[in-house]
């Protein structure tokens, strides 16, 4: 077993497809992930799974590898973990959580953006334009640059799962160019694709951070790197002045907006 637990979790995957169902039951996503350089011993570290759900997990992959043998699973060194379910961040990943949450739900707004684009009329299509500047003033240059041009920084950026998201995060700008150009063709239909491929796009997105991403960062940084973090995003904040308040206005703005139109239906 041991010579499996130092492979490519894609290589086993693609041997053994039975693996990424079992994988699956754990929420742990490996079959889709398009990179997939992760190696099996991994896979526990950074999903934080318990000492019993990794022997299970364990046990289940061993059987499916080895058939008709009994295995001993070796113990995977790990560093400390929180407890499974219960997630406590550190200030510097707080405040990447707390930015989430205005950043879904703008998000959770696409369906209804989607029942009223209109790009016939200029003020329909500054509506749009409204909900670019969102996405590229907040979520990429404010949200994005902290975790690209400063938390990344202290990590192995070859490592899978921060290959897998700086790949959402281009995939995300792609979309956003791609509804431009649409917008210059008054193109509904072109605008509505790539709109919806953003809702479904950033909602997996920010799960992978919270829940994955971040916990799994916390439990490797230092004390003193934690320090230095919280103090890189303070001096962010500084230089954004007051804009997460302007657009959390624009949320809520927009929130109160369809708000009033489902009353009046």
């Keep these: 077993m041991e010579e499996y637990l130092n492979k490519g979790i894609k290589e086993i995957i693609s041997r053994f497809p039975e693996v990424a169902d079992i994988l699956n039951e754990y929420n742990i996503g490996c079959a ?3 990179v997939g350089s992760c190696l099996l011993k991994d896979i526990v570290e950074i999903h934080n799974l318990s000492e019993e ?3 299970a997990l364990m046990a289940r992959i061993a059987k499916v590898i080895y058939p008709d043998q009994e295995v001993k699973i070796p113990p995977i060194k790990r560093k400390q ?6 997630i406590k961040y550190s200030p510097p990943m707080k405040k990447l959580v707390d930015e989430h949450v205005l950043i879904k739900r703008w998000v959770a707004l696409i369906p209804r953006v989607l029942e009223n684009l209109d790009v016939e009329s200029e003020a329909g299509r500054q509506f749009i334009r409204d ?7 907040y979520a990429d240059k404010y949200h994005h640059a902290k975790e690209e041009e400063i938390l990344f920084k202290y990590f192995d950026e070859n490592l899978d799962i921060l290959q897998t998201i700086h790949e959402d995060h281009e995939k995300a700008r792609s979309h956003v160019r791609a509804i431009l150009e649409a917008l210059d063709k008054r193109d ?10 953003y809702y479904e796009l950033l909602t997996e997105h920010i799960k992978k951070e919270d829940e994955i991403l971040y916990p799994w960062m916390d439990r490797i940084l230092s004390i003193t790197q934690i320090g230095e973090l919280f103090s890189d995003f303070n001096k962010v904040d500084e230089q954004f002045g007051d804009a997460p ?3 959390e206005e624009f949320v809520n703005k ?6 009033l139109k489902e009353l009046r239906k």
């Excluded at 973990?81 to 219960?86: F, L, N, S, V, Y």
């Excluded at 927009?254 to 708000?259: M, N, P, W």
């Design 32 to 34: 889709p992930c398009s």
């Design 188 to 197: 509904k239909e072109e605008i509505a694709e790539h709109l919806n491929a």
């Design 53 to 55: 759900g990794e022997q």
């Design 131 to 137: 909900g670019v500047d969102f996405i590229r003033s």
């Design 81 to 86: 973990q929180a407890r499974p379910g219960e």
């Design 254 to 259: 927009l929130e109160e907006k369809f708000t």
């Design 245 to 247: 308040e302007k657009y």
